[in-house]
């Protein structure tokens, strides 16, 4: 069958619009597409925390990448803090409290041609706790002698030392005769006696020392 004038011509038409959008395809087809580069970041992979005086850790440091990847950080990242009268760096990444009060930790790394950073908070803390050493705990005397007994009072594991006054007094001062303020404790009589040591501010309690006179 013949086609028409204006067939034909839009024939031709659909035609070459055919092969314009195949050209175009095939050249989209041929652009280089490049990946997008992998940025890597430091990590603690840890939030802010508390350590009490005296102790140490090792923190937790990673490499970790765009693509949610992650490694330990190599041996040659640099930590350092902001405040070392308050946490050291022993070595590497392990880290010891050594005052109250709080600092920055930061981790810094070249690699890759990249220098990558990460910081965290950490604050030093104690617990409210008390733990009196008294000295001596017993003690053995004669009649007239005298002995003065002493009290320590630690706090944060044995780090850090309180003050406070002291009331002496004796279980039984016909045996021994106990200064109240100074605790020095003189024997009278044969017998055994206990020293106890109070508080001065609110009564509680620190020690009893165990005492034996002897004629």
Known sequence: MALTIRECTMSRARTIA???IALLAGCHGEQATSPAPIKLRLSFGTKPFAIELGEWMRLPIA?????????A????VLVVSR????????SG?????IGMGETWIVASLDTAGQTLLDSINVSVACTAELTPVLTPQTQTLAVGESFTPSVTLLTCGGHITRTDTYHWTASDSTIVRVDSLSGTTTGLRPGQAGVFVRSASTGSLYGVVSVTVTP
Do not use: H, Y
């Not at 950080?73 to 040659?76: E, S």
């Not at 405040?83 to 022993?90: K, L, S, T």
């Not at 990444?93 to 409290?97: A, D, I, L, R």
């Open 83 to 90: 405040n070392p009268a308050v946490v050291r760096i022993d």
């Open 63 to 71: 490499i970790v990448s765009s693509a949610g990847d992650s490694a």
């Open 18 to 20: 055919l092969a314009m």
């Open 93 to 97: 990444t392990k880290v010891q409290s």
């Open 73 to 76: 950080a190599p041996a040659n």
